[in-house]
């Protein structure tokens, strides 16, 4: 309501960044445990004058540079481009309490992507113990990234004491900055094995090189599934209460916790049964096979991570429709469409329809208000609960969630949403506002389903609830 | 309504550090994206159309074209720095002007994403001598993709300016209130000259490079190409110069409000806007010179000379965007609470930074002294 509201038809604009962040997770663990396996199977090829392996390195290295350095980093330009439109208070708070621990990232991102480049394009031209020493830069420069952007990425979580005293350490060494350091960087060492049994496999012929690739890879990836179930531990025990609550509440989070169990176990056997035990698995079908579950629990446990923060974005700071917890009572008071700026405009201008093809066509996804209440409740469903909701198809659609709710229900969740569900934020408006949002809810939600049959003398009886 | 209305409070959180410490530094960044952001926007398109142009346009087409990647990467890398501080100083009108035009302004990771790769699957090409049909149409797509995000990122930087244009985008392009994202900033009419004035811009900043680039590496590619480049980049300078010109005078007289006109045009500001204008003749001045073939000197000159040349026009854009939201953002209202516990860390990471990274580069640079002095294997192709 500070800023504009970005409504995105069916997916949500907060979608948008799980989207991109998942995209980008999967590449940037790859980027930080690449960085070691480079560095440290480099260092170990020169000592063994293993020059079959070292031409090996050398191709994995530019593999390693294409994905990393272009992909990998846009897509982390692409967070930032996301959550700005998305969420754009809670950027704020973010960008004005780590402005500097942003910096410190970004001089680590420098050395990164030059010592990437001075590493893969100078290969045989440096001598080997600097080109050595600028592997070790490289692994060190992704690895204290990883730990700057995690501890910021943890404070949302857990802010701990930086609620109370606004400091920039007690943002940074938040309780949850540790467990998630030590899950992501060992989700980095896993990440990177499967990425190399996916390179080599494709790349290595079947021989005594690739068992002897997949034999050297399989430790980092066995000590990084052990990193991983650790700082899984640690996440889950500082975990603040809502959000443990969260996990144990919503049963797509319980089917998740189930599939991130199942998949770091799996991953875990076939790494152990495999590569480990067995280097010549590693086939172009294992591969993909094990970086596919690889991906699917770092995908599962990302998307846990963005799912029990709710209601807030920054956890006390933000609630996840871009209000600000100590806003409530002043909004109660005013009003909420009177207590933003944009709302507040919206008041005033009361623009209805979008002018062109594409803001008509857009705006087709939302259910036209039949007065002016309904459209007052409208501007409120976009500001309040657009971010976490669509309209009636899409992702947790307020149209299917709300099917044959009475209208007294509806009331009670428009008024008090947080005492309905934990999970969500509380109604920041007046009594008025609330009943204008209800109407509006009325008008989007769908009617119980059809042919349901609920007891009674025999089957006949569900035609009376269609 | 006033469009002054649409700016959100200030953060209650105040800013990190003093305005003029984010400004430098959002300023110093911007100077440092811009002069690899300029060899891609006008860059890749030249080095489409040379390609064409004979043996020796084709060698600096691929001579441009093999260093690329690295000049992407450092391009996009630099640019986080001005963004990062845009975001910390400039919030209030940074995020709802990006959110107008949401979806444009999201297609910029989409493509650059895909131009990149272009550029990429390109040099491959490039580099195993076997550029297609199919290559070269790659090759152009990317180079009108990096065009495109110019154009988008022009939008937004101007729209950022354009409070008084809010109101009525988003009264365009909302729906009960929430922005669609469709808006771009075509009805304001600082837009196109903003957009052609740094292609301009960029034409001289090859040139440049391209000197430069001669001087300390083109002889391996014999004398002809070195007369040969040394004479394009005077050209192409001239373009620029003239592109530039035009367009800064219509950016100028023809956009600037009463005000800003006066301000530029006053003391103390009237060195620096002549300087900004007149700084790309310098560098042509440089480029004759240079003529009939790049002396390292010289072409070191006319690399810093073309750096002030960009960091002039960085400089002067801040003071006009000041100018231009002074009636709505007093940037100096804002509280300041400087975080000294983590700008100190961040001045010493900064120092250790540009240590290691020295440390790297002198490595690298006696591995090319050492391979320059070796006996040549002949003219490079790429």
């Not at chain 1, 540079?65 to 998305?86: M, P």
């Not at chain 1, 500001?383 to 009331?411: D, E, F, K, N």
């Not at chain 2, 845009?86 to 910029?108: D, E």
Request: with cysteine; aromatic share 14%.
């Amino acid at each position: 309501m500070h800023y504009p509201f970005w409504y995105v038809p069916f997916l949500t604009s907060p979608m948008l960044i799980a989207i991109i962040a998942i995209l980008h997770v999967l590449v940037s663990h790859y980027a930080v445990g690449g960085g070691f396996f480079l560095a440290v199977e480099t260092q170990h090829a020169y000592r063994t004058r293993n020059e079959a392996y070292l031409q090996y390195l050398r191709q994995h290295a530019w593999f390693f540079v294409l994905i990393t350095v272009v992909y990998g980093a846009i897509t982390g330009v692409g967070i930032w481009w996301t959550i700005g439109l998305a969420s754009p208070l809670a950027t704020e708070t973010l960008i004005h309490t780590f402005v500097f621990g942003w910096a410190m990232e970004y001089v680590v991102f420098v050395l990164e992507i030059a010592s990437a480049y001075i590493f893969l394009y100078y290969w045989g031209r440096l001598d080997q113990r600097t080109h050595v020493a600028i592997g070790w830069i490289y692994a060190i420069s992704a690895w204290i990234s990883l730990v700057i952007i995690t501890c910021i990425t943890a404070f949302m979580l857990n802010p701990g004491a930086w609620v109370r005293n606004h400091a920039f350490w007690s943002g940074m060494l938040n309780p949850q900055a540790v467990p998630q350091i030590l899950a992501r960087t060992g989700g980095s060492f896993l990440l990177a094995s499967l990425y190399v049994y996916l390179h080599a496999s494709f790349k290595v012929p079947i021989s005594d090189l690739r068992s002897y690739i997949g034999a050297r890879s399989a430790r980092p990836a066995l000590l990084g599934a052990v990193l991983v179930t650790l700082g899984g531990i640690g996440w889950l025990v500082m975990l603040p209460d809502s959000s443990r609550a969260a996990l144990m509440t919503a049963s797509v989070l319980n089917v998740l916790t189930v599939l991130i169990f199942a998949m770091t176990v799996a991953v875990f056997a076939m790494l152990y049964l495999g590569p480990y035990r067995n280097p010549g698995w590693v086939s172009p079908g294992f591969a993909i096979l094990v970086l596919g579950a690889g991906m699917a629990a770092t995908t599962t446990g990302e998307y846990l991570r963005e799912a029990v923060r709710k209601p807030y974005i920054i956890y006390n700071v933000v609630f996840s429709n871009q209000i600000l917890p100590a806003e409530v009572p002043h909004l109660r008071t005013v009003g909420y469409l009177n207590g933003g700026v944009w709302t507040r405009a919206y008041l005033a201008i009361r623009p209805e329809i979008p002018r062109g093809p594409v803001g008509s066509a857009l705006a087709t996804s939302m259910p036209a208000p039949a007065n002016d209440r309904e459209a007052r409740g409208a501007a409120v469903f976009q500001y309040h609960c657009a971010s976490c909701h669509a309209t009636t198809i899409g992702y947790s659609p307020v149209g299917q969630l709300l099917r044959g709710w009475t209208p007294r229900m509806i009331r009670d969740v428009a008024s008090q949403p947080e005492k309905v569900h934990f999970f969500m934020p509380p109604f920041a408006g007046t009594p008025e506002d609330s009943e204008d949002l209800a109407l509006y809810l009325m008008r989007m939600r769908l009617p119980h389903p059809k042919g349901m049959y609920y007891g009674g003398p025999d089957l006949r009886s569900a035609r009376l609830l269609r | 309504m006033n469009p002054a209305d649409l700016l959100a409070p200030p953060s209650p959180l105040g800013f990190p550090a003093p305005y003029w410490f984010m400004a430098f530094f959002k300023v110093l960044g911007f100077s440092l994206h811009a002069v690899p952001m300029n060899l891609w926007y006008a860059g890749i398109l030249l080095a489409m159309l040379l390609w064409w142009s004979g043996e020796h346009g084709r060698t600096w087409s691929t001579r441009l074209m093999n260093r690329m990647p690295v000049i992407i990467a450092f391009g996009v890398n630099f640019g986080i720095v001005p963004l990062l501080f845009v975001q910390t100083a400039y919030y209030r009108v940074f995020y709802p002007a990006t959110i107008l035009m949401a979806w444009f302004w999201l297609s910029v990771i989409g493509l650059l994403t895909l131009a990149y790769y272009g550029v990429y699957l390109y040099v491959i090409a490039l580099r195993a001598g076997n550029v297609s049909r199919f290559h070269r149409a790659v090759g152009w797509i990317s180079a009108l993709f990096f065009i495109g995000i110019g154009f988008v990122f022009a939008n937004g930087l101007s729209l950022m300016n354009n409070v008084a244009g809010w109101p009525e985008i988003w009264r365009n392009t909302s729906i009960s209130g929430a922005a669609l994202g469709t808006a771009l900033n075509i009805g304001d009419r600082t837009l196109w000259p903003r957009w052609l004035m740094m292609f301009g811009l960029a034409l001289t900043t090859v040139a440049a490079y391209t000197a430069f680039e001669t001087a300390y590496s083109g002889h391996r590619e014999g004398e002809g190409y070195v007369r040969w480049a040394g004479s394009f980049a005077l050209k192409l300078c001239a373009v620029g110069v003239v592109w530039y010109g035009i367009t800064a005078l219509w950016y100028m007289l023809g956009t600037w409000p009463h005000q800003t006109l006066e301000a530029m045009f006053a003391m103390p500001r009237v060195p620096l806007t002549v300087l900004t204008g007149a700084g790309p003749v310098l560098v042509l001045l440089l480029l004759w010179l240079q003529r009939r073939g790049a002396t390292r000197r010289v072409a070191l000159a006319t690399g810093f000379a073309q750096f002030g040349v960009v960091g002039l026009n960085a400089i002067s854009r801040q003071l006009v965007q000041n100018l231009e939201l002074a009636p709505y953002l007093n940037l100096m209202d804002e509280p300041v609470h400087t975080q000294w516990s983590s700008l100190i860390p961040f001045l010493v990471f900064f120092l250790v930074g540009v240590g290691v990274l020295v440390w790297m580069v002198m490595q690298a640079v006696a591995v090319n002294r050492r391979e320059a002095t070796a006996p040549s294997p002949g003219p490079t192709t790429g």
